[in-house]
């Protein structure tokens, strides 16, 4: 079935070094492609999205990798800081957002 | 800027009882969502509304029912709650393909 999975549920990272976080996919179908960040006791916030037709892009801290090959999604966030702790989620998408495929979430820690 | 307003932040409800959760956006958006949340879980698409006067199921829409108010508000409705309705639920809404989350509603079934 579509799924859109994580490889691993926690990550602790020291401060002020890089976080990777991936994610992997099973429908290739999708057009887009999106991490939410969810700090606790909060809504998921948008952090960056990319489109299928691309293979990176960055925002501010944060770049996103799209290997449509081996269908692969990874976050990086640059110089990691204490206000990057929470939960990650990625979420695959197609046309309207309701056909949206959401994982089940990386916990971010900063050690520090 | 509110942006999504959910109301109320916790509730606890004995097996049967209804109620309503609400929801308003001031963002102007045509589409709004209501999602459960549970542990160890993503998000799951409870309903959605793609304009006003329209709404749909989603993933997983048994045992709710929603209203479109107006452009700004969208309710969600446990008519006889269940214990397994225990859930945090957001409501979103969306311009294009950002969601925009409110604060949740933690929600207890006993």
């Known amino acids: 079935g579509e799924s859109v999975g994580l490889h691993l549920p926690t990550l602790s990272v020291q401060e002020g070094d890089n976080s990777i976080i991936n994610c992997a996919y099973s429908n290739s179908a999708s057009d887009y492609f999106i991490w939410y960040k969810q700090e606790s006791g909060k809504g998921p916030q948008f952090i960056i999205d990319i489109r299928s037709n691309m293979d990176k892009r960055q925002g501010q801290r944060v770049t996103v990798l799209l290997n449509k090959t081996v269908k692969h999604l990874s976050l990086q966030i640059a110089a990691t800081q204490p206000g990057d702790s929470a939960v990650y989620f990625c979420a695959q998408g197609w046309g309207s957002n309701y056909q949206l495929i959401w994982g089940a979430g990386t916990k971010l820690i900063i050690k520090p | 800027n509110a942006g999504v307003t959910q109301t109320p932040k916790f509730q606890v409800l004995k097996t049967g009882q209804s109620m309503t959760l609400q929801c308003a956006q001031d963002m102007n958006h045509n589409s709004m969502y209501w999602y459960r949340q549970d542990p160890g879980m993503g998000l799951r698409l409870i309903y959605y509304?793609?304009?006003?006067?329209?709404?749909d199921k989603g993933e997983v829409p048994n045992g709710y029912n929603v209203s479109r108010l107006n452009k700004r508000e969208f309710s969600l409705r446990l008519e006889s709650a269940a214990p397994s309705q225990t859930s945090v639920y957001f409501c979103?809404?969306?311009?294009?393909?950002?969601?925009?989350f409110g604060s949740g509603t933690q929600l207890s079934v006993l």
């Open positions: 979103a809404s969306s311009e294009n393909e950002k969601l925009f």
């Open positions: 509304s793609a304009s006003e006067g329209t709404t």
